[in-house]
């Protein structure tokens, strides 16, 4: 049996309404296209995720275990449970992604695997899994840098961005903006110096008291809320202007809610709706002005907060507005997924780059280290 008690219900496909891939996009393999079938594992933090990409086009599978429930009662992620959970469901993700593809491994051409960044403990397994499929099977492998692939999950769907194209990376654990100018390349123009954009929702979800993850919790209750009832900061970083901070966000949200407190019930969708508004401002203003920097007119974000539907309505608009496109991934597609990491891996090995045996982990970004985008 793949399934047993206790790992059902966390073992999924993303909910699709179509397989974009699939059809027009599984093309015929040529002599200059790199492996006919990728499987791509991906173990940064706290999902376990398996994919098998073909022809670099056609996503036959994609897998992902979900953490949420095992580490909500803590309120965020506790590294140690995480890499244990990762250990006890890597085997039956793999095996599920090959089963739904309708292949043995014996099938597959090519193994990539998110090498960082991300949590070490988390990363080591699924990087000496793959480590271990590569050996047994005498088939090459690839380290991901699983940032730069959320860049490439625009490249899951049938409307695509052109090189080159702002890249805005947004998720719990990132906040970076990049200049991408093809597959194999991208220049960091500015990052987080302090919280990234999910994590300030972390926090400030639970100074309100709300569940975890606090990124769809606050942007459903800032759907009734009033996103002009509190006037909270924007950092502007003049020195650094593409950079970001929202730990003075974070902060101010905490001093208002102090000083409410005794006052009767607080406005939490209110709170919730100016705490949102604040970060999509900042968001979508410095991903604009790098667009306007470099003359570019194509953005993608990508990243787990790409999900939010305010940040996607508010960039979207801006965008048109000016005449630049916006790309978004699939909500599904926008969390920890295989399927980027398939991607990524692709075109990687395509041009010839592969992991040794003596690759390990990184927990930061590496200068100068050469992975897709």
Partial sequence: MFFDAGHKDRLRPPERKSNNMAGKHCTKRNSRQGPELVLAIESSCDETAAAVLKNGTCLLSNIVASQIDIHRQ??????????????????RVVEKALSDASLEISSIDAIAVTQGPGLVGSLVVGLSFAKAIALARGIPFTGVNHLHAHLCSAFLQDRRPEFPFIGLVVSGGHT???????????????????????????????????????????????????????????????????????????????????????????????????????????????????????????????????????????????????????????????????????????????????????????????????TAL
Avoid: W
């Avoid at 803590?74 to 085997?91: F, N, Q, T």
């Fill in 74 to 91: 803590y309120g965020g992620i506790v590294p140690e449970l995480a890499s244990r959970h990762h250990l006890k469901d890597i085997y």
């Fill in 176 to 370: 970076s903006i990049y200049l991408v100018r093809d597959m194999l390349s991208a220049k960091l123009l500015g990052r987080t110096r302090d919280d990234a954009a999910g994590e300030a929702f972390d926090k400030v979800a639970k100074i309100l008291g709300l569940d975890y993850p606090g990124g769809p919790v606050i942007s459903r209750l800032a759907a009734s809320g009033d996103p002009d009832a509190f006037s909270y900061p924007r950092a502007i970083l003049p020195d650094t202007p593409l950079d970001f901070s929202f730990s003075g966000l974070k902060t101010s949200v905490l001093t208002s809610v102090k000083r409410m407190t005794g006052d009767g019930k607080l406005p939490v969708p209110d709170i919730c709706a100016s705490f949102q508004e604040a970060v999509v401002d900042v968001l979508v203003k410095k991903t604009i002005t790098a667009a306007r920097e470099h003359g570019i007119h194509e953005i993608v974000v990508t990243g787990g907060v790409a999900a939010n539907p305010r940040l996607r309505q508010k960039l979207t608009e801006t965008a048109e507005n000016i005449g630049y496109s916006s790309y978004f991934p699939d909500p599904e597609l926008c969390t920890d997924n295989a399927a980027m990491i398939a991607k990524a891996g692709y075109h990687q090995l395509k041009a010839g780059i592969e992991a040794g045996d003596d690759a390990d982990v990184y927990s930061r970004i590496q200068p100068g280290c050469k």
